[in-house]
């Protein structure tokens, strides 16, 4: 049996439906973008990213990984439009693209880990 669900004035989603609601083409775009995410490494470099810029050597010294996969993983990231890449003193320097993943990333670390 289900609980219903119970909701107050105050709650947002009582009068607003959410977009992911009525817009099926909006959740399409979030379900890519997630899955663009959904790689430990790739989780792990956005959240460098919400700290500072970083060329691909640094992300791999702080991420432990080759430069090449870390470049893969950063591709992908580009691909999404999550991440920009400027040239910088000879450098390819990368940062956040899309703003809103700080606060996706502080959601996913207070996420309780079972």
Known sequence: MQTPIHRTESSPSASTPSLL???????????ALLRALA?????????ILCE???NVSELAERLGAKQ????????ILRTHRLVSVA????????RLAEQQLRQLV???EGCSIR
């Open 52 to 54: 500072s810029e970083a």
């Open 21 to 31: 609601t009525t817009e099926p083409g909006r959740a399409e775009h979030i379900a």
């Open 87 to 94: 040239r910088e003193n000879g450098f390819a320097v990368y």
């Open 68 to 75: 090449a996969i870390v470049s893969q993983q950063l591709q």
């Open 106 to 108: 502080r959601c996913m």
């Open 39 to 47: 790689h430990p490494i790739r989780i792990r470099i956005i959240a």
